[in-house]
């Protein structure tokens, strides 16, 4: 422990993979270990910037763990790594409050037989309730998890980590403390992308057999196609998709029977779900001239929409991994410029003429 820096405003710049400091002023008696995990997207630089500034009355350690791949493979490096009795999972994406080190304390000293401690984190995009919120953030006891690795070791892409790597600890007789407590923010900064990525997750973990989910997911995916023009939205971004990968409409169906499902009433209210429309697959014939037409749709209009779509197109084709260096980038890249009304700049940032573009790709059509 005596080797480790103390430092207490590290910069973006100064990470990498496995680069650890004491975060605090001594480094006497640290018993929590956070994770940041990162893939170096934006977000990162908030994320860090909520650690620089907890208090430092509260030594913990910090540990980088960077563009590791899939994500399954990420969280267990965390058991790997830690040296301590509990650790935080900290993903980029979330920012830590200032008394979140006072409030880990507080629980984690009547774990009992439990293994995690939940908080939850703010989400003014996914969340519930007031203030919105999602059940995100995890304080483990390490005492525990070092026995037990993530799904198959962490070698293999699933949507659904968490609830994995769980399974057999409640089996083995474990509990989980959700605890209600408000300990930072989720997705405050988050991109298009990052969005995009979540729909693609959520998307996932519902057809994953090896998942259990619950109405609460679907009700995430439900806000993001929340209006009335949805299957024309459907329609026409499916035509653009063509342009990728030919969507299966078998596949696609039985993705639309799950979003289809019943949900409860309340569960609908509580997620705010205003226009909820079931869905449908109009196998319409593709035409070039059709094609061509839909270039005149205001897609500026339903941006979050078709991001949302589009994640379902993704999954249903096989383009979605929970793994970064698998991430759908080409497909989001498309349909952000179509919607920002910018397609003459295309995928890899080549000045190009659009339609031209377009017509090459209709072979795959």
């Not at 994953?208 to 209006?227: A, E």
Request: aromatic share 10%; charged share 20%.
């Amino acid at each position: 422990m005596d080797t480790i820096e103390i430092n207490n405003c590290v910069n973006v710049s100064d990470i990498f993979n496995n680069k650890t400091w004491i975060h605090g002023k001594s480094t006497e008696n640290i018993k929590i270990t956070l994770f940041l995990i990162t893939i170096c997207t934006d977000q990162l630089r908030h994320s860090l910037h909520a650690i620089n500034n907890l208090p430092e009355d509260i030594p913990v350690i910090v540990n980088i763990i960077m563009n590791i791949s899939p994500t399954n493979a990420a969280y267990n490096e965390m058991r790997l790594r830690c040296t301590t009795d509990f650790f935080a999972q900290i993903d980029e994406d979330m920012e830590l409050n200032v008394d979140a080190l006072l409030l880990f304390y507080k629980y984690m000293n009547t774990t009992n037989n439990t293994f995690l401690h939940t908080f939850k984190l703010v989400d003014t995009v996914l969340g519930i309730g007031n203030p919105p919120v999602i059940d995100c953030l995890k304080l483990y006891d390490n005492r525990v998890m070092k026995k037990y690795p993530t799904y198959d070791d962490g070698k293999i892409s699933i949507s659904s980590v968490d609830q994995l790597w769980h399974k057999p600890i409640i089996l083995a007789g474990y509990t989980v403390k959700d605890t209600h407590i408000v300990i930072g923010c989720h997705g405050k900064h988050r991109s298009n992308f990052d969005l995009f990525l979540r729909y693609c997750k959520i998307t996932s973990s519902m057809i994953d057999t090896r998942i259990k989910t619950n109405s609460g997911h679907l009700c995430k995916l439900l806000r993001g196609l929340d209006t009335i023009n949805i299957n024309k939205i459907l329609g026409i971004t499916k035509l653009h998709f063509n342009i990728f990968y030919k969507v299966d409409d078998y596949q696609l169906n039985n993705m639309i029977n799950h979003i289809n499902a019943y949900v409860p009433p309340a569960n609908i209210s509580m997620y705010k779900i205003i226009n909820r429309t079931p869905l449908h697959n109009a196998s319409e014939k593709f035409t070039t001239e059709k094609f061509i037409d839909t270039l005149n749709h205001p897609f500026c209009t339903d941006k979050e929409y078709i991001l949302c779509i589009v994640a379902i197109l993704c999954v249903t084709t096989g383009n979605y991994e929970y793994s970064f260096d698998k991430y759908p980038r080409n497909i989001f890249d498309y349909f952000d410029k179509l919607t920002n009304n910018t397609l003459d700049t295309m995928i890899y940032g080549e000045k190009t003429d659009s339609i031209k573009y377009i017509e090459n790709k209709l072979c795959y059509v």
